[in-house]
């Protein structure tokens, strides 16, 4: 049981994603959870992403941006990370949006099972209104470290990114001990997500 709501830092990695910002910024604004904090990493935008992004930080007070020159979303989610001021991360790209329970649900369960992660599936939506759901069966699935890498290395039911997951902060100190190469522009998350799931003592995914 929570006696406080632990303040969760949603990090929005942006390049160039005018179309998609207002429905992205939104699911975040809508969560029911209401102790989170927005950043947003302009990554070097060249369309009207930044104006949008403006638009928000002036009626929000929980809406931060921090611009930087185009280096890709790896080096963008780990300088969001380096700004963050909650006791949990929580990562959406800015073309994605959010279930308006999901980080209700995430945190939730990191307390109920003391999780380092707590992940989640998720759907994809397609133009034409169908929606596939990966695999919204609700089961709840427990792992230690050596668990958790070995269901990504088996990729059967756990999603390789790192947009439906809530990790605790402290995972990332150890991550920057890491040797990571930047130069990777495939499957980046899935690589971040092998360093987070080893260091975390547990872990808890909710289908």
């Not at 369309?47 to 930087?68: L, T």
């Not at 989640?120 to 397609?126: A, D, H, I, P, T």
């Not at 997500?193 to 872990?203: D, I, P, T």
Request: glycine letters at 6%; charged letters at 25%; a negative charge.
């Amino acid at each position: 049981m929570m006696i406080t709501e632990p303040k969760v830092t949603i990090i929005m990695p942006v390049y160039n994603l005018e179309k998609y910002l207002v429905r992205s910024i939104d699911s975040v604004l809508n969560q029911t959870y209401k102790n989170i904090e927005l950043i947003v990493v302009n990554d070097g935008s060249t369309d009207d992403s930044q104006k949008i992004i403006n638009s928000y930080i002036a009626k929000n007070n929980n809406i931060f941006c921090f611009n930087c020159k185009n280096s890709g979303v790896f080096k963008a989610r780990l300088y969001g990370v380096s700004k963050a001021k909650g006791e949990y991360i929580c990562f959406i790209d800015g073309d994605d949006y959010m279930d308006p329970e999901m980080i209700d649900v995430l945190v939730k369960n990191a307390y109920a099972y003391k999780a380092d992660i707590s992940h989640c599936g998720y759907k994809m939506v397609f133009p034409d209104g169908r929606i596939d759901e990966y695999y919204g069966t609700n089961k709840i699935v427990v792992q230690d470290n050596l668990k958790g890498v070995i269901d990504l290395l088996q990729g059967e039911f756990i999603e390789p990114g790192v947009w439906n997951k809530l990790y605790k902060i402290e995972l990332f100190g150890k991550l920057q001990e890491n040797s990571l190469d930047f130069s990777i522009k495939i499957n980046e998350d899935l690589l971040m997500n092998y360093f987070l799931f080893k260091s975390a003592n547990c872990s808890v995914y909710q289908d």
